[in-house]
Nanobody, 115 residues
Framework: QVQLVESGGGLVQPGGSLRLSCAASGSIFFSRYAMGWFRQAPGKEREFVATISWSGGSYADSVKGRFTISRDNARKTVYLQMNSLKPEDTAVYYC?????????WGQGTQVTVSS
């Protein structure tokens, strides 16, 4: 079993920055997992934001050039650096770990972009 705990969310003004973290624990060979971030805004479906694996990272078009995903395998942690934040980035952000048929989610952290 894998546990994922997100942190770093909060309230930020438009144009500001936040850095989200997701720490993994439990029986996990962390480097094997593709780690990702998803988000869900009120009244909308959960959507893909970014993912990182051994082959590199990929991003949703809506965040390309503004968000950067990274990982520290020794710390079993994945990060999401979010710059130039916009009100439409407001959502609950969820961490995901996936390999083969295994798929795990964190509890989410709220990000609110508002003046």
């Amino acid at each position: 079993q894998v546990q994922l705990v997100e942190s770093g969310g909060g309230l930020v003004q438009p144009g500001g920055s936040l850095r989200l973290s997701c720490a993994a624990s439990g029986s996990i060979f962390f480097s094997r997992y593709a780690m990702g971030w998803f988000r869900q805004a009120p009244g909308k479906e959960r959507e893909f934001v970014a993912t990182i694996s051994w082959s590199g990272g990929s991003y949703a078009d809506s965040v390309k050039g503004r968000f950067t995903i990274s990982r520290d395998n020794a710390r079993k942690t994945v990060y999401l650096q979010m710059n130039s934040l916009k009100p439409e980035d407001t959502a609950v952000y969820y961490c995901n770990a996936a390999v083969n048929s295994e798929n795990y989610w964190g509890q989410g952290t709220q990000v609110t972009v508002s003046s």
